[in-house]
């Protein structure tokens, strides 16, 4: 019978047998003239070209697009006038009231976005933190609830706001539940704080589940003896989580912030259909003032969106190079203890 | 080697034949407001089955698509043959000049001339296309909402302050979230803004400075708002020039009055039904008159199109008299033929008595039309002008800044507009 098998188990392992043989030959004579650099080169090659088309390519077009005025599509129509873009969106009498500005509304949505990023950051990797820990205890349903608080980012961010649109609009579930138990409604999104935190909100929801899981991950890979011992010293719950739980979790804590930081600062669609930037520019972000000047309005202007694009782009790349650093100091830092 | 150039070929005319279009393709991209796409498909099935040499494709789109998209396929030199599209002027430079390809140029010129200009670069003489209907904002009442409250209709000539009174009359007996609401547009308040003696465009041809005229209505419609007349979602919650209509309020019996246009005659017909009973109103007074904007929706050629000839083919059996006037009254929309409204033999395909006396309604407003606003259609500047209105008022009733400096940044955004244009 065994036998048997190991003939069966050659038989079909026999094609790719073949194929990897077929595949080796050639590669052993590429590495031996090209050299182990040469063969490095060799399989970077193909990633390389896609990330140069796709990413590389489009980013330097868009650094050029910001040098250019007109309301052209294509570079070769459209007039070179340097730095001319950034200048105009950089232009304030005033640094701290938008409304000096020359484009003022690029200052609201830039200081919107930062409002936004602040907030919802501190509010997310909170709640996160909360979810995965209860989420890590033996409780009834585990499972079930950790579904539950996955499911809302398997929706795509136009369902989420139009499902918390319905809620909070003027005639939608949250009034109507208000009027039942006797209480004045309210149109929340025609309120500025309100829709401001709704937006935040709503963001939150979105995506919590998914940060829960990454810390819910590095929850399960601390060792049990730790809080075994500290459970024997009679260690207040409180200590454990400061001198176990946080220490032990900062990795996933730091990929959790960095994550939740690109995604605030790139917020757009969720919002959009929620509040469509209003009331008036109070939940206008950064990207919706690139769409809407790039793309919504009848009279586009590229030239503009491409160098207000860049600027957020710089802010994402200081943000990258943040916790670059944060966390070689901290990989460090580990290494010495 | 000869193996491998003839697979190459044959992937090569593969991916041509799936990815361009064939000789005797009409692509048309149309949006709908009411029911204009079912008549549409009718008359080309019928155009299809007389003309099997061309193959003419609708694809019907949403109205932000045709806003949005359209405009950057045409810059890349792409896009459907031929397009229903509102923004006639500003874009104009990407229409095909259908003279050569059109059997009778002198009954296009007869019957569609007036319009031409709307949709064509200044100075240019060429024939684009042809509206598909003309339109007339103007207002909507809710009568049965007017009737409950005991509130009677203002008469022909009553100013904007009554019919914003009346309507908050009706609101306060009804109970409703707010009186009466205009469409998130540029376009919509111009009209209005014309009855208070606006002028939008300088002697050069170029845009004016914010006038009193303008400030009147402005300031009448952010005081509304603020006082909860005027219906505040329909403005304050979005941002930048982004369109919304308050179509939906009115259908639900939200408004007690809807300032929007007659292009919304089959839509309210076809959604309110039997539900309530509604009028139209023409538009309300200001000091200078009682106008309303004309406007509309024009079917162009587009310039770069692989087959113009089927173009003008489809073209010319789109603007034939019965065609036209078959697609006018399944519709329910104004015609733009002049031939047409000179027989005024119209029979709209409807029972309603609402959506004749609608109709009636509109070609009386017609008459209404000041100065000031006729020019706008065709003028190039409106379509920046409308879309800083829109931005800065609505910063303005969300409390963001107060309407002096509202005045000076509609100001400085057209003129922002105008330079980059160049």
Same mark, same amino acid.
């Given at each position: ?55 590389? +390519? ?75 820990? @209860?989420?890590?205890?033996? @409780? ?22 139009l499902i918390w649109r319905w809620i909070l609009q003027r005639d939608g579930l949250l009034n109507a539940a208000l009027l039942q138990v006797g209480l004045e409604p309210h149109v929340w999104l025609t309120d500025r704080f309100w829709a401001?935190?709704a ?74 259909v929620l509040t469509g930037?209003g009331p008036g520019?109070s ?6 003032? @690139? ?24 802010? +994402?790349?200081?943000?990258?190079? @943040? ?15 | ?32 407001d009411g ?101 007339l904002t103007g207002g909507f009442a809710n009568k049965t909402l007017f009737e409950q409250a005991g509130v009677p209709l203002p008469g022909p000539k009553a100013t904007w302050d009554e019919w914003v009174e009346a309507a908050a009359k009706v609101q306060k007996s009804q109970k409703l979230p707010a009186a009466f609401a205009i469409d998130r547009s540029g376009h919509r308040i111009s009209g209005p803004a014309?009855s208070y ?19 009147a209505f402005a300031e009448r419609l952010v005081k509304w708002t603020a006082e909860g007349k005027h219906m505040k979602e329909v403005w304050v919650s979005a941002a930048?020039?982004t369109y919304r209509a308050a179509a939906e309020d009115f259908i639900n019996a939200q408004i007690a009055y809807y300032y929007s246009g007659s292009w919304q005659i089959a839509n309210l017909q076809t959604k309110i039904g039997n539900n309530f009973d509604w009028v139209a109103t023409g538009s309300p007074c200001g000091?200078?008159?009682c106008?309303g ?59 309603s008595a609402a959506v004749?006396a609608a109709?009636?309604k509109y070609?009386?407003a ?23 209105l829109v931005?800065?008022i609505s910063q303005v009733m969300a409390g ?23």
């Amino acid at each position: 019978m065994a036998e048997v098998m190991r003939k069966a188990g050659a038989m079909l392992t026999a094609p790719f047998a073949w194929a990897a043989a077929a595949i080796d030959r050639p590669l052993r004579a590429l590495q031996n003239a090209a050299g182990t650099n040469g063969m490095a080169a060799f399989f970077l090659a193909p990633n390389m070209l896609i990330f140069g088309l796709f990413v590389l +390519l489009p980013l330097v077009i868009n650094i050029a697009y910001s040098t250019t005025a007109g309301t052209a599509l294509f570079l070769p129509d459209r007039t070179f006038v340097g730095a001319e873009q950034y200048q105009r969106l950089l232009t304030c009498t005033d640094y701290t009231d938008p409304k000096s500005c020359l484009e003022d509304q690029f200052w609201i949505a830039l200081r919107n976005t930062a409002l936004f990023v602040v907030l919802q950051v501190s509010l997310m990797t909170v709640v996160a933190m909360v979810t995965a820990l @209860i989420l890590n205890r033996e @409780i009834m349903g585990r499972s079930f609830w950790r579904a539950v608080f996955f499911f809302p980012v398997l929706l795509s961010p136009v369902v989420v706001g139009l499902i918390w649109r319905w809620i909070l609009q003027r005639d939608g579930l949250l009034n109507a539940a208000l009027l039942q138990v006797g209480l004045e409604p309210h149109v929340w999104l025609t309120d500025r704080f309100w829709a401001f935190a709704a937006a935040v909100g709503v963001s939150v929801w979105a995506h919590v589940g998914f940060y829960a899981l990454i810390l819910l991950a590095g929850l399960q890979a601390i060792p049990k003896d730790l809080y075994e011992a500290a459970e024997m010293d009679g260690t207040r719950p409180g200590r454990v989580f400061w001198r176990i739980t946080l220490p032990l979790l900062m990795p996933n804590l730091l990929v959790v912030i960095v994550l939740a930081l690109i995604r605030a600062v790139q917020i757009f669609d969720e919002v959009f259909v929620l509040t469509g930037g209003g009331p008036g520019t109070s939940t206008l972000f950064l990207t919706q003032y @690139i769409y809407e000047i790039g793309f919504a309005s009848l009279l586009k202007n590229p030239g503009l969106a491409s160098a207000a694009s860049i600027l957020m782009g710089s802010v +994402l790349v200081v943000l990258t190079l @943040i916790q670059l650093a944060v966390a070689r100091r901290n990989e460090a830092k580990g290494r010495r203890e | 080697m000869k193996r491998v150039n003839s697979i190459l070929a044959a992937v090569a005319f593969g991916l041509a034949a799936t990815t361009a279009a064939s000789a005797g393709d009409v692509r048309i991209m149309w949006y709908s407001d009411g029911v204009e796409g079912a008549v549409v498909k009718d008359l080309l099935a019928r155009f299809s089955k007389d003309n099997p040499d061309v193959n003419v494709i609708l694809d019907e789109v949403a109205y932000k698509v045709v806003q949005e998209q359209l405009p950057i396929q045409l810059e890349a030199g792409q896009g459907p043959d031929i397009a229903r599209v509102t923004n006639l002027k500003t874009i104009a430079q990407h229409w095909l000049d259908l003279t050569p390809h059109i059997k009778d140029p002198a009954y296009w010129q007869a019957n569609y001339g007036n319009e031409f200009d709307w949709m064509r670069p200044d100075g240019s003489k060429a024939i684009t296309g042809f509206m598909t209907q003309i339109t007339l904002t103007g207002g909507f009442a809710n009568k049965t909402l007017f009737e409950q409250a005991g509130v009677p209709l203002p008469g022909p000539k009553a100013t904007w302050d009554e019919w914003v009174e009346a309507a908050a009359k009706v609101q306060k007996s009804q109970k409703l979230p707010a009186a009466f609401a205009i469409d998130r547009s540029g376009h919509r308040i111009s009209g209005p803004a014309v009855s208070y003696g606006a002028n939008y465009i300088a002697a050069d041809g170029k845009p004016a400075p914010v006038d009193a005229g303008l400030k009147a209505f402005a300031e009448r419609l952010v005081k509304w708002t603020a006082e909860g007349k005027h219906m505040k979602e329909v403005w304050v919650s979005a941002a930048g020039s982004t369109y919304r209509a308050a179509a939906e309020d009115f259908i639900n019996a939200q408004i007690a009055y809807y300032y929007s246009g007659s292009w919304q005659i089959a839509n309210l017909q076809t959604k309110i039904g039997n539900n309530f009973d509604w009028v139209a109103t023409g538009s309300p007074c200001g000091t200078a008159g009682c106008s309303g904007l004309a406007g509309g929706a024009a079917l162009v050629g587009i310039k770069y199109t692989k087959n113009p000839k089927d173009v003008g083919r489809v073209m010319d059996y789109l603007a034939r008299e019965d065609v036209y006037k078959e697609f006018i009254e399944r519709t329910l929309f104004l015609p733009a033929h002049r031939g047409l409204i000179a027989k005024g033999n119209l029979d709209f395909k409807t029972d309603s008595a609402a959506v004749k006396a609608a109709l009636q309604k509109y070609v009386q407003a017609s008459q209404d039309i000041l100065p000031a606003a006729g020019a706008l259609p065709a003028w190039k500047w409106a379509t920046p002008y409308y879309g800083a209105l829109v931005n800065r008022i609505s910063q303005v009733m969300a409390g963001e800044m107060k309407l002096d400096e509202a005045w000076a940044r509609i100001d400085k955004d057209i003129a922002d507009q105008v330079a980059q244009a160049k």
